[in-house]
């Protein structure tokens, strides 16, 4: 554990290093509010902490940067869990209060608001359609052989689908259908149950297009990634870019991670901690989507490890907190 004094001027580095990207010099530390010593002492702490793991010099420059290790000892002892400003808040909320719609859309919606809010790649993932349940389901005529079949799903989501049949379904029997479906499907999974006959061979074929109509559309488990076009501008080398892009099209590697680091009770993973190489220069920051006290999904960001950690915590968080709550009253 580090004394106050070290830990004053790690925090000082990090915070430094965060706002300039620049290699951090111990006259500077010294102008700095809350680190009142002198710059031979700083430059003797530093090189502690730079034998320690805290800190490394890039060149033979005096200034120093933070090293994975010094991040991390950032983030668990050195920040307080700051709080979004007012306008982001109410941005958060504005978003959400007029997006509505297929759950696919939404989450493709969220990773663009929390990208432009963060300024880095955001990641979310959507609740898992293979859990998911049926907490309603109609079929609602639109012409005579045309119909529309409409499903809430425990995970949020609200599916709806065009359905044509061969022979005209009339309003009884599209009544009739929705009555069998509501009976046989609500809380199960759409492709679990084998629904039983009706005694009215139409109303089963109707019920069997629609179901199946269902299951074909349903969103799959998939991570939405949003501004991938601020990757250029996070990192100096152009083969991190490069490799950095690749992975993010990978939509198994990713989903993979925002998976280990939510299991393993982390909110950033930084640098080679999320086990993903290719990525080692990068950190992630994430958070759960909890409806009704069920893990239905992770939202997050990517970016460099020189991220301002505070402030993507706290707006991760935000956008968490309320995409649960809009899932949960879509699904109520």
């Known amino acids: 554990m580090l004394d106050e004094r070290k830990t004053a001027i790690l925090r000082a580095i990090v915070q430094e290093y965060i ?3 620049q290699p951090v010099g ?7 509010a809350g680190v009142p010593v002198s710059s031979a002492t700083i ?4 090189a502690v902490l730079e034998q320690e793991g805290y800190l490394v010099q890039p060149h033979t420059s005096a200034g120093r940067i933070p090293t994975d290790k010094g991040y991390r000892f950032f983030v668990d002892h050195l920040t307080d869990r700051h709080s979004v400003d007012t306008s982001t808040v109410q941005r958060v909320g504005a978003f959400f209060d007029v997006t509505h719609g297929r759950l696919e ?3 493709h919606q969220t990773s663009n608001l929390l ?3 963060t300024h880095h790649t955001s990641l979310v993932l959507g609740p898992s359609a293979e859990r998911a349940t049926v907490r309603s389901v109609q079929v609602v005529p639109v012409s005579g052989r045309v119909a529309v ?11 709806n689908q065009t359905v044509e049949f061969a022979g005209e379904l009339s309003d009884v029997r599209a009544a009739a259908a929705t009555a069998h479906l509501q009976r046989h499907l609500i809380g199960f999974p759409l492709d679990d149950r084998v629904l039983p006959p009706s005694g009215d061979a139409a109303v089963d074929e109707a019920c069997r297009l629609a179901q199946g109509a269902l299951v074909g559309a349903r969103v799959r488990e998939s991570v939405f990634v949003g501004g991938t076009s601020v990757v250029a501008q996070a990192f100096d080398a152009v083969d991190t870019v490069r490799t950095v892009l690749q992975v993010l099209e990978q ?4 989903v993979s991670l925002m998976r280990d680091v939510i299991n393993r009770g982390l909110s950033v993973a930084i640098g080679a901690e999320h086990g993903v190489e290719p990525l080692a220069a990068c950190s992630v920051v994430v958070a759960p989507v909890v409806v009704d006290g069920e893990h239905l999904g992770t939202v997050g960001v990517l970016g460099p490890t020189r991220m301002d950690y505070p402030q993507a915590l706290a707006t991760v968080e935000v956008v968490s907190d309320r995409l649960g709550r809009h899932l949960g009253d879509g699904a109520s």
Do not use: I, K, W
């Not at 430059?43 to 530093?46: A, P, Q, V």
């Not at 079949?149 to 599916?159: C, H, I, K």
């Open 19 to 21: 706002s300039t990207a």
């Open 26 to 32: 111990s006259s500077h530390v010294a102008a700095l």
């Open 43 to 46: 430059r003797n702490e530093m």
């Open 105 to 107: 859309e939404l989450l």
């Open 115 to 117: 990208a432009n809010l």
């Open 149 to 159: 079949v409409v499903a809430v799903l425990s995970n949020g989501s609200v599916e």
């Open 251 to 254: 939509q198994y590697v990713m």
